[in-house]
């Protein structure tokens, strides 16, 4: 495809995508029309056209851009987040008022700092939109900055930026100078840039939540499907979470594959948890870690594997993963109809999602190197651990491949296939919803 032909292709999805926006709000010109065109609660169809018109127009810089202009985008990155820090150290943003405009001077005297410097630091951070000057002397908030108000972990996530990530990613030529192919985690680029021996990962504030999201997903399940009963399986921390489910009613619903129209979360361990504020058809188990998977008659069980982190390396999760899927073998080959459903959030192969999605992947995947000497998983990588378990009568086979629109998150589907089947199986592909 030739450079103009990419040029009409991606200004046709572009305009595309900004026609469904447009149509969403017919009456935009009205004082009413909505502060933020696609909020996060929107439509799927508005929040699936948002991603199609930035992944368009992050296709149409890569295309148009020179050299200067990398650079200077580069430069504006770099003081956009020393900005960021800037105020955040100053807890500046939490003096602005949400829905009104205020002035810079009371602001600057309220923080501790000069007028000058504010004026400046806000005149730069509204180039992007963060913040903004209604009139001369005066300061609002917009939709960008808000948020990072009213939720202070974005402020969290801009100042470890600044002050840990930022600062490390400096060092990578260092780190790989002084350690080469080293992948000990105190060996690295985090390492140099503050001058320890102590790894990431020991001075990390280990808060974790458990099985937190696994019933809040529950809920919108059986609300969503009413066939469903779920048991949800948690075990320690940082353990993987696995979810069975079970054909309970001929009564189920069209639009979900036959093998997943009911379920029940399975464990292993008599005990429950009972959260009755889940409702009559989710129960909370504790799982063992490694044993065996006793719900032999769910037609889905479903199996979330986390990301690496500085918490959690690559090694202790590929361990858990293969372990975990050897406690599914033997339900899944007493019942070959059922399927074992992976979800994760790899590192994609270049140039096979949208390139503001493979930037944000491959940047975690950089930061988690500079950080903790560790890498993001690769498809390959899980593909390879899946493929080798077996036992004397098959092994585990991928049967179909989803990947969300949205972000890198794809979805395996595992079968049991039984010797012979298995090397006649098709090659499954990867397919977007």
Known sequence: MTSLTQLHAYTNELVAAVQ?????????????????????????????????ILANVTKLKTLLEEPADLLQQLACQNQMLAC??????????????????????????????????????????????????????????TNLSAPFVTKPLFLDAGMFLAKSSGLASLQMAAATQRFGKSNRP?????????????????????????????????LGLVERYPALQLIVQMSEPGLSTGVGSRQRSSNSTPSLPASSREGKWASTSPKEVKLTDLGPRITVQKRIPDSLQTVSDAAVYIVSVPSPSPTLSSHIITERLASDLRAHLGVLRANCSATLILT???????????????ASARQRDLTLFQLANDHRLELTEVENIINDIWDTMGRLAIVN?????????????????????????????LSTV
Request: aromatic letters at 6%.
């Open 344 to 358: 994760m959030c790899p590192l994609p192969e270049p140039s096979t999602v949208d390139p503001d999605i493979e």
């Open 20 to 52: 469904t926006v447009a149509e969403f709000y017919p009456n935009a010109n009205t004082p009413h029309s909505p502060s933020q065109l696609v909020p996060p609660d929107a439509p799927s169809e508005l929040r699936r056209a948002r991603r199609t």
């Open 186 to 218: 105190h060996e690295s680029a985090y390492s140099l840039a503050f001058n320890t021996s102590e790894t990431f990962q020991s001075v990390c504030d280990q808060r974790l939540k458990v099985g937190a999201q696994s019933p809040r997903i529950a």
């Open 401 to 429: 491949k989803l990947r969300s629109w949205k972000d890198a998150t794809i979805a395996l589907g595992v079968k049991y296939q039984v010797s012979g089947n298995h090397q006649r199986k098709t090659q499954a592909t």
């Open 84 to 141: 960021l820090q800037w105020l955040g150290e100053f807890q500046v943003l939490a003096c602005i008022p949400l829905s009104d405009s205020v002035s810079i001077k009371d602001i600057a005297d309220l923080s501790g700092v000069p007028e000058t410097h504010l004026h400046r630091v806000i005149r730069m951070t509204a180039t992007s939109g963060f913040l903004k000057e209604p009139q001369p002397g005066y300061v609002s908030h």
